[in-house]
């Protein structure tokens, strides 16, 4: 009912930037809190930062003062600016949000597909 759909990664070299999007699309739903995390080959997933519907946002240690997050619930769109990139941000990105869909009771968490950042040292 609810498909989330990022873009904007890709291959950069060391202390380039990256802006991700990931649009919600589907049904009539509202958003609450949405999110990215990314997933390193041979690690677990972590999250990287998250921002509520007032625009409240917190991040991971390793991505403050580099990564901003950002979103426009107009268009239902979810942003990670992603500044001065490190070899060690190199991952899957994905982008995660708790939606309540129209007529249905509660809240699900949806998430995306994922798109590759890979940085070059």
């Known amino acids: 009912q609810v498909q989330l759909e990022e873009s904007g990664g890709g291959l950069v070299q060391a202390g380039d930037s990256l802006r991700l999007s990931c649009a919600a699309s589907?049904?009539?739903?509202?958003?609450?809190?949405m999110a990215w995390h990314r997933q390193a080959p041979g690690k677990q997933r972590e999250l990287v930062a998250t921002i509520g519907r007032s625009n409240s946002a917190n991040y991971a240690d390793s991505v403050k003062g580099r990564f901003t997050i950002s979103r426009d619930n107009a268009k239902n769109t979810v942003y990670l600016q992603m500044n001065s990139l490190k070899p060690e941000d190199t991952a899957v990105y994905y982008c995660?949000?708790?939606?309540?869909?129209?007529?249905?009771?509660?809240?699900?968490?949806?998430w995306g597909q994922g798109t590759q950042v890979t940085v070059s040292s």
């Open positions: 995660n949000a708790d939606i309540l869909v129209l007529g249905q009771p509660t809240i699900y968490n949806y």
């Open positions: 589907g049904s009539t739903f509202t958003i609450y809190t």
